[in-house]
């Protein structure tokens, strides 16, 4: 499975921007998927994850509220809505596909995207 993120790009302080990903594969359909991001310095944190069948949505508390993630297994593609941005939310977004992505556990992620840079100015 190859996965192709997209959408990332410089916005203001409380402005938006959704993410999209992109999979290869159909066997995208079984996969939990999800969204990481890694701000300069700092190590690879977990956004937001969903499961194959959407019954399961998972967020950190520093996006609750904010964000949305969504997926359409038609498309072999995961979205991210992020709203109200805040510069601490500036990072590489990544994209990532495994049992990991819902639970948070990135040891846990099969397969990485390529990253998307997000950058929110004050």
């Known amino acids: 499975v190859q996965l192709q993120a997209s959408g990332g790009g410089l916005v203001q302080a409380g402005g938006s921007l959704r993410l999209s990903c992109a999979a290869s594969?159909?066997?995208?359909?079984?996969?939990?998927m999800g969204w990481f991001r890694q701000a300069a310095g700092k190590e690879r944190e977990f956004v937001s994850g969903n499961s194959w069948n959407g019954d399961i949505t998972t967020y950190a508390d520093s996006v609750k509220g904010r964000f949305t993630i969504s997926r359409e297994n038609g498309k072999n593609t995961v979205y991210l809505q992020m709203n109200s941005l805040k510069p601490e939310d500036t990072a590489v977004y990544y994209c990532?596909?495994?049992?990991?992505?819902?639970?948070?556990?990135?040891?846990?992620?099969?397969?990485w995207g390529q990253g998307t840079l997000v950058t929110v100015s004050s």
């Open positions: 594969a159909r066997t995208f359909t079984y996969y939990s």
């Open positions: 990532a596909a495994g049992p990991g992505s819902v639970r948070g556990a990135v040891h846990e992620i099969n397969y």
